[in-house]
Every structure is written in structure tokens, then in C-alpha cells.
């Protein structure tokens, strides 16, 4: 097993055009598509996304927070510019200030002629961003450790376990739990420094619960996906390999993160979990892939910093990784812009050509829909698409367009494998 992870090579190491990574977020954002936005890079003072990353990943210097409460502030500036005509607060007049809507407490407004003229839209919206505002702060408790909170073990088998209320119900009263992380330090801290009052604890648990569970929506569609291909993880060890991971999945994740599998598939034969994108970041994870089989009744996660196909080339043709059993990917985003869809091209490429069961999700039905036309475009197998069952439950703004409607991560997943089969193909011809 290699003793260390090779070098992203320069060729592969996301450059200021690149279309293939998170850094398409600052620009795809601006495009009314979930993720980062440059707004974040102004108001934290960096210059680039270079920077961002180093931030992320604990290697810049000077750049830092002299408190909590500097630090909260700063979030939140990164969401203050006009609802209503985009203005940024370094662009306002002398003396003038954006304000705030005093119920959602989340977007601004430069004037109260701005505010009137947008309120039709942002009354569709204004109580459920109330919703995203607590949320946003109360996320800092995944990386104090705070959340997410334990889980029980299952007490019906993963195909019994359909949904969220399935899962609920086996998990006995959570609010023993949530109240640990209510009463702890960290929450206190956090209130203490946000500059806005703090919710009542029944919407801080709801909070919680939002968050925890969109912790739990990656894993359990995993698991989702693992049954949906008839995969046996009980005859079998399973390799599963995450694709386009970004900051997202792996900042600070650690290395039980995917152990509700074992609670899914109790006594499994191992279970891999490959996290491969050029986004990836430094952590414990940051190891060597397997070789060969893993141990048994436990998941084992590693991480590799490269696009996808040049992590097939580096290290599965070269016995240096298991070939997957299941490749999944979260959020994808190729539908967003031409760019993405080339990113994305030598991947999507290689699994249909190497007939690899494949499961993608999505954040709305409309990007499901514009995902599909891609794939069949790519003359892709489509084995199924739809809701799906454990969707996060926090909702999520489009932060350069905060009153459009929200989505929910892994709302919506389609899975392919392999070529249409020449019958469909035949009959697309005849249609064209």
C-alpha cells in the first residue's frame, strides 16, 4: 500500500478557469445555483479562491479571528447586499446602511422603497428563511463535535427502513440528545457572540434535527443506493466511491462519518468509502484507498485529491484501488453550465463505458430533469429517478437570490449504468 498520497499532479490542480470543482460555485452561485459566492470572497478579504482554500484547509497565515463574535460577523456579511437590487454595502451612499427584514432576519435591503417593491416575493419565503438563518449559525456545531448527535441501533432491517419516519421511529426520543448539545458550552458561545437574540430551544432542536439530518442524508443514500443495485454487503466486502467531493463532505470530516452503515447493514463484510475530487480537504481521512478487502463490520474512509477519471488512471488500473462496486455523486451540478458539463464529461465517459453502477443526486426536481436530458444525451442507462426518501431536511437559500424558492440537498437522485440498449438507441434514431 503506497505510503503516502501522491501529489495532485499541476495539470489537475484547479486553476482561476477551472469548470471542475467548488470554485465553479463562486460563479454558478451568482447564477442563482447553490454554493459559494464571490460576495464570500470580499467580505473575507481574500483576494481569490486560492485563498478561501488555504483558509479551509488551515494553511494561510494572518488571516484569522480575533473572537467569536468577529468571526459570526463576518458570516453574516457575507449575506448582506439588497434583496431587492443587489446593492453591496460598500457601493451605498454616504451615511446609508442596509437593513434588515425584521422577521426572517436574513436578507437586507438598501431602502424601504426596495423592501415594498420586493415583498411580494420575499413573503413566500420570509418564514422559512427565518428557518435558514438559525440553521446557518447552529451549522458551527458539526465542526465543534457537537453534532451530530448518536444514533441507536436498528432494530428492522435496511429494506424495512424506507423513509425518515421509518428511521425516526426507531431511534426512541431524540430530545434527550438534543438537549446535551442545547445546554453545552458551544451553544451558549455561539448565542453569546451572534449579535441576534437567541431562538426558543423547541426551534433550536428543530434546528438540530435539520442539521443532523442533513448529515445523515448522505450516508443513508449510500445505503439507499447500495440496496437499489441489489448489492450485498453481507456476501461481500462493498467498495464505494464518492465522486466530485468537495469542501462539503470533507471538511472536517472525520473518519466514523459513514458509520450509520454499520447500523444499516449490522455485521457486513466492510464496507469502503472513496471520497475522490479535486476539492478534497486535508484531514484524517486524507489516506490511502484500499487495495484488497477491508475489515470486517467496519467502514473504512479514505480520500484522494484528483478528477476522477485521473484517479482511475492513477490508481485503480494500477491495483492501487479497488474497482467500485457503486459510484456516487453528490450535487453534481452539470446541468449548471456548459463548463461543468466538460468537467464532467470524462467521468460520466468512464462509468457508463465500464458499466458501473452509478447514483447521482440532485437539489430540485427542475435540476433532476435537466440532469436526465444530460445523461440520455450521453446515450446513458437509466435505471430510475425520483424523490428520494431520506432528503435533507434543511432547507437551503440561494444565497445571490434568497427569495427564490428553496431547495433540499439530495432531494432527488436518478441511477444509470452502462449504454442504452441498442433497442432505445434504435428507437431514438426513428424519433430524431
Not at 436498528?154 to 419516519?165: H, L, R, Y
Not at 449548471?336 to 463505458?353: M, S
Request: net charge neutral; charged share 25%.
Amino acid at each position: 500500500m503506497a505510503s503516502q498520497i501522491p501529489a495532485l499532479p499541476q495539470s489537475y490542480t484547479p486553476g482561476t478557469d477551472s469548470v471542475f470543482s467548488d470554485q465553479s460555485g463562486f460563479y454558478s452561485l451568482d447564477s442563482n445555483v447553490p454554493g459559494l459566492s464571490k460576495v464570500i470572497l470580499n467580505k473575507l478579504n481574500l483576494k481569490d479562491y486560492g485563498e478561501y482554500r488555504a483558509v479551509l484547509e488551515g494553511k494561510a497565515r494572518g488571516i484569522s479571528f480575533r473572537n467569536y463574535k468577529e468571526m459570526f460577523q463576518r458570516m453574516e456579511e457575507t449575506f448582506k447586499f439588497c434583496a431587492g437590487c443587489n446593492e453591496l454595502p460598500e457601493h451605498l451612499a454616504e451615511g446609508q446602511t442596509l437593513k434588515r427584514c425584521v422577521k426572517c432576519l436574513n436578507v437586507y435591503y438598501c431602502t424601504k422603497d426596495c423592501q415594498r417593491k420586493d415583498w411580494a416575493q420575499h413573503k413566500k419565503v420570509c418564514k422559512i428563511l427565518w428557518l435558514v438563518a438559525i440553521d446557518r449559525l447552529v451549522e458551527w456545531l458539526m465542526f465543534t463535535g457537537d453534532l451530530p448527535i448518536p444514533t441507536e441501533k436498528w432494530t428492522k432491517s435496511a429494506g424495512e427502513v424506507k423513509n425518515w419516519d421509518d428511521w425516526l421511529s426507531k431511534q426512541g426520543d431524540l430530545t434527550p440528545r438534543l438537549n446535551t448539545v442545547l445546554s453545552g458550552a458551544n451553544m451558549a458561545a455561539l448565542w453569546k457572540n451572534a449579535s441576534r437574540p437567541r431562538p426558543d430551544d423547541a426551534d433550536l432542536r428543530q434546528s438540530l434535527w435539520r442539521i443532523q439530518s442533513e448529515f445523515l442524508s448522505r450516508v443513508l443514500t449510500v445505503g439507499l443506493a447500495v440496496q437499489h443495485f441489489k448489492l450485498d454487503p453481507y456476501d461481500k466486502p462493498v467498495t464505494v466511491h464518492l465522486v466530485g467531493t468537495s469542501h462539503n463532505e470533507t471538511m472536517g470530516a472525520r473518519l466514523t462519518d459513514y458509520d450509520e452503515l454499520n447500523h444499516m447493514f449490522p455485521g457486513h463484510q466492510g464496507i469502503e468509502i472513496v471520497m475522490v475530487g479535486p476539492e478534497v480537504v486535508d484531514g484524517p481521512i486524507m489516506r490511502p484507498p484500499l487495495r484488497a478487502f477491508g475489515p470486517k463490520h467496519r467502514v473504512y474512509i479514505s480520500a484522494y485529491k484528483a478528477l476522477y477519471h485521473q484517479f482511475w488512471e492513477d490508481m485503480v488500473v494500477k491495483q492501487e484501488a479497488a474497482k467500485p462496486d457503486l459510484v456516487v455523486g453528490f450535487h453534481p451540478g452539470f446541468h449548471a453550465n456548459q463548463g461543468l458539463i466538460e468537467g464532467w464529461l470524462p467521468t460520466l465517459l468512464l462509468l457508463r463505458d465500464y458499466n458501473i453502477p452509478s447514483f447521482f443526486t440532485m437539489f430540485s426536481e427542475m435540476e433532476l430533469k435537466y440532469s436526465l436530458e444530460i445523461l440520455l444525451e450521453l446515450e446513458m442507462h437509466i435505471r430510475d429517478s425520483g424523490p428520494n426518501p431520506f432528503t435533507s431536511q434543511k432547507p437551503e437559500q440561494v444565497q445571490a437570490c434568497p427569495n427564490k424558492p428553496l431547495v433540499y440537498c439530495n432531494s432527488h437522485y436518478v441511477s444509470f449504468q452502462g449504454l442504452l440498449p441498442q433497442e432505445h438507441l434504435e428507437g431514438r434514431g426513428a424519433d430524431a
